[in-house]
C-alpha cells in the first residue's frame, strides 16, 4: 500500500514538472515526456513508448493529456491516470487564474497592449507551422491531398462546423476500407 | 463578451468535452474546432479576444489545449469556468486512452481503424489551414506584423525551434514598439 502511494506520488511530480516546463504543445512535449518517463523513471520500455505515441495520437484529445493518461495508467491504474492528469495541468490552472486576473486589472496597460500586438502574428504563424508540420507528415500521397482539399472547401465555402467534417471522413474512411 | 447572457456551466463543459472528444492529433487541430463553436456558432467572444487567448495559451507552459481550455473557461465563467472547462477538455483523453490501451492489439490493424484515420488525418490539416486563413485577417497588413508571422513559420516549421523562444523574441520585440495612439 505504501508503494502505491509511493508511485502514485511520484507520478505527480513527474507529471507536474512536464506541465510546468515543457513548452509548445504535446508534439514538441514528447522527447521530453520520454525522457522521464522511459529515461529517468523506466515506467515505460522503448517498445512501450512507441505504443505511447501511437495510441496518443490516434485517441480523441490533447496528446500530452493522452500520454500522461496512458503513462499513469499503465503505470499505477485509473488512480494513475488521474493523477498523471491533474499533475500535469496543475500547474497551468494556478498559473492561468493569476495571470488572467492580472491582465484582467491592466487591460489599459501599454505595455501589456503592445506585447499582445507583437504576440498575436507570432501566435498566427504557430498555427500555420503546426498545418504544416502536420501537412508534411500526413499529405504523402494523392488520395489523402484530395481530402485535404475536399475537408478545406467544406469548411470554407460551405461552412460545415469542423466536427462535422472530421467525423464525417472518418467515417467515410472507415466504410471504404472495411468495404474495399 | 456579453451580448448574450452567459452560458451556463454544463453547457461550457459540454463544449469542451465535445470538442476534446472529437479532435484528432493535439492541441492545434482543437483551435478551429472551438473557434467555430465559440465565437462563429455561439458568439460567447470576440474574434480578438480569442487569437488573445491563444496567444496566452502558447505563452505558458503545459498542455495547449487545457491552457486554452482553461483561459476560455475564465474568460466565459470565471473560476469555475476554467475548472469546468479544463476538466471537459480532459475527460475524453483519461476515457478513451484508457480504453484503448486495453483493446489496443486487437484494434490496431483493424480496417475500420486504419480507415478512419486514413480519412480524418488530412481533415486535421485542412482545418489547421483553414484557422490560419481566419486568424491571419485579424494581422494588420504591415510588414513588420507579417514578417514576425513568418520569421516564426519558417523557424518552427523548418528550423526546428521551439515556439518557446519565438514567443521569448516577441515579448522583447514588443518593448521597443511605439505605434500605439
Known amino acids: 500500500m505504501a508503494q502505491g502511494f509511493a508511485i502514485i506520488l511520484d507520478l505527480f ?9 515543457g513548452f509548445g504543445g504535446g508534439l514538441a512535449m514528447l522527447p521530453y515526456i520520454e525522457r522521464q518517463v522511459s529515461h529517468y523513471h523506466h515506467w515505460l520500455s522503448e517498445g512501450e513508448f512507441l505504443d505511447l505515441l501511437a495510441i496518443a495520437q490516434s485517441t480523441p484529445g490533447p496528446i500530452a493529456i493522452n500520454s500522461s493518461t496512458f503513462v499513469g495508467f499503465r503505470t499505477a491504474g485509473v488512480a494513475g491516470a488521474v493523477v498523471a492528469c491533474i499533475g500535469v495541468v496543475f500547474f497551468a490552472v494556478f498559473a492561468i487564474n493569476l495571470l488572467s486576473s492580472f491582465l484582467e486589472r491592466n487591460v489599459e496597460n501599454l505595455r501589456i497592449k503592445q506585447l499582445f500586438l507583437t504576440l498575436r502574428p507570432i501566435t498566427v504563424g504557430l498555427i500555420l507551422a503546426a498545418a504544416f508540420t502536420t501537412g508534411r507528415k500526413v499529405l504523402i500521397d494523392l488520395p489523402a491531398v ?13 461552412k460545415l462546423h469542423p466536427i462535422v467534417v472530421v467525423l464525417s471522413f472518418g467515417a467515410a474512411g472507415a466504410l471504404l476500407y472495411m468495404f474495399a | 463578451m456579453g451580448k448574450i447572457e452567459k452560458p451556463s456551466l454544463a453547457a461550457v463543459f459540454q463544449l469542451m468535452f465535445v470538442s476534446a472528444a472529437t479532435t484528432f492529433g493535439g492541441g492545434y487541430a482543437l483551435v478551429p474546432v472551438l473557434e467555430t463553436s465559440i465565437v462563429e456558432k455561439k458568439h460567447w467572444m470576440e474574434e480578438e479576444e480569442f487569437l488573445d487567448a491563444l496567444t496566452i495559451a502558447q505563452s505558458i507552459p503545459g498542455v495547449l489545449a487545457a491552457n486554452m481550455a482553461l483561459i476560455l473557461g475564465r474568460r466565459i465563467q470565471g473560476v469555475k469556468g476554467a475548472l469546468v472547462a479544463c476538466l471537459g477538455a480532459v475527460l475524453p483523453s483519461v476515457i478513451s486512452v484508457m480504453i484503448i490501451t486495453v483493446l489496443y492489439e486487437r484494434v490496431k490493424d483493424a480496417p475500420l481503424t486504419r480507415g478512419f484515420f486514413a480519412g480524418v488525418k488530412p481533415v486535421v490539416v485542412a482545418l489547421l489551414f483553414f484557422s490560419f486563413l481566419k486568424l491571419a485577417r485579424r494581422i494588420p497588413r504591415r510588414l513588420y506584423d507579417w514578417s514576425l508571422l513568418f520569421g516564426t513559420f519558417v523557424a518552427v516549421a523548418f528550423l526546428g525551434i521551439n515556439p518557446f523562444w519565438a514567443i521569448i523574441l516577441g515579448g522583447g520585440l514588443s518593448l521597443w514598439r511605439k505605434d500605439l495612439p
Open chain 1, 146 to 158: 484530395f481530402v485535404a482539399i475536399a475537408a478545406f472547401f467544406l469548411l470554407s465555402r460551405f
Open chain 1, 13 to 21: 511530480v513527474t507529471f507536474f514538472k512536464i506541465g510546468a516546463l
